[in-house]
């Protein structure tokens, strides 16, 4: 696989991201209030609990550990299709605050009325 877009850099994809996060969202709060919980608390959590030691509970270390574990097995498959090394999907959590982030500016952006921007203009729903 190839892309044939060129995006340099962090803002490129950044704002090809948020352009239209929340419009597949349908606009909705509620969805995008999901969408950030949800995600949240399957990439992000499991590496916090475990770096923070759960309490320092063997058994809520262990449980966010399988979890990542889980993380990490489902998305090699993935990995291997495009020629990566398995280990990248332990970056996956990074890439979903990223994403968990992106996600939540194009929100922002809509409701400043600067959303779904693409090549300097703004379009409204």
Same mark, same amino acid.
């Given at each position: ?10 803002? %490129? ?16 709060? /509620? ?5 950030? /919980?949800?995600?949240?608390? *399957?990439? *992000? &959590?499991?590496?916090? $609990? ?8 063997? *058994? ?5 550990? *399988?979890?990542?574990? $889980?993380?990490?097995?489902? &998305?090699?498959?993935?990995?291997? /299709? ?6 990248? &999907? ?5 890439? &979903? ?19 779904? %921007? ?8």
């Amino acid at each position: 696989t190839r892309s044939i877009r060129p995006y340099e850099g962090l803002r %490129g994809v950044w704002d090809m991201v948020a352009r239209g996060a929340f419009t597949q969202l349908g606009y909705s709060p /509620l969805l995008l209030s999901g969408t950030v /919980l949800g995600m949240a608390i *399957l990439y *992000l &959590a499991p590496p916090v $609990c475990l770096l923070l030691g759960f309490g320092h509970s063997a *058994l809520g270390a262990g449980a966010s550990a *399988l979890a990542w574990a $889980c993380m990490i097995i489902a &998305a090699a498959p993935t990995y291997r /299709l495009y020629g990566q090394s398995w280990r990248r &999907a332990m970056g996956l959590p990074v890439a &979903a605050a990223f994403y968990i982030a992106m996600t939540i500016s194009s929100a922002w952006r809509y409701w400043r009325g600067r959303g779904g %921007g693409w090549k300097g203009r703004t379009y409204s729903q």
